[in-house]
């Protein structure tokens, strides 16, 4: 069978039919492929983006309760170490207070000790008085 020929309006050269039509396919061929390709390829890139967002938005997720919770951990140990020092404040004046107490008991016990002491000290010698007093 013979090839049907067509004359190029431009050049006038002559195609054969088939070799133009195959040519015309394989053009629009190729530019339904290439959109085809590009469409896929957005749709995967689309995709790819979601599951990356979602990623990180667990992980941002995460990364935000850590660190909620290591606040509140200082919180709580910022009122532990508040109480600590309270209590502290209220021990060296509970300490304070007893030292001052005791101070207090043993300078009244020692002068009731030496006022006794110089109480019979004076007996003592009173009596030492009387008995040379006595003897003279």
Known sequence: MPDTHIKCPSC???????EALSAQIRSELETSLKADHDTRLKQAIAEAECRSRASLDIELADLQAQIAEKAQKADEAAARELALRKRARELEEQYSQQADRIRAELETAFRLEEADHIARAAAAAEARVREQGALE
């Open 12 to 18: 006038g050269h002559e195609i054969p039919i088939s």
